[in-house]
């Protein structure tokens, strides 16, 4: 590797705890916990929200909206304790397994006919890519960025 590309890296380095992260992408991790905590809420509180109106709320569905809220809560409190602790190469981690998420939940909505949430669940894995660059300097899809 040349130099200058190293020292490029060094100013990017995925375990410097001592610099804060950049507002924009605290502004962005905390917008992605407080989703996923709605999304978790929504699937505990009211899980019929989830389907259509045709869907029936059943047990079933029920033990499968608190897998859902688990999820989306554990990925909330894992985001935001990355993010307080400046953790940022496990923040980094969290934002490409959320934004891979995303794109898998936009994926099966699409193969289930839930046109109309399509376009969030994609702007919110967007967000989550743009993230995760901003933090290794990588798109995901480059070997860089798992370093």
Excluded: C
Aim: aromatic share 6%.
């Amino acid at each position: 590797m040349e130099s200058g590309h190293e020292d490029s890296l060094s100013t990017l380095s995925l375990q410097d705890t001592n610099r804060p992260l950049p507002w924009r992408l605290s502004l962005i991790v905390v917008l992605e916990a407080i989703l996923l905590a709605m999304g978790a809420t929504v699937a505990l509180a009211h899980p019929a929200l989830l389907v259509s109106p045709t869907d029936k709320i059943n047990g079933a569905v029920r033990i499968y909206a608190g897998y859902f809220a688990s999820r989306n809560l554990a990925l909330a409190m894992m985001l935001l304790a990355a993010m307080l602790l400046r953790a940022r190469a496990t923040l980094n981690v969290l934002t490409s397994l959320t934004a891979v998420i995303q794109v898998l939940d936009s994926v099966i909505d699409g193969a289930e006919g839930r046109w109309a949430v399509i376009p969030g669940v994609v702007a919110l894995g967007v967000l989550f890519f743009v993230a995760s660059v901003a933090l290794s300097g990588y798109p995901l899809w480059r070997k860089d960025a798992w370093r």
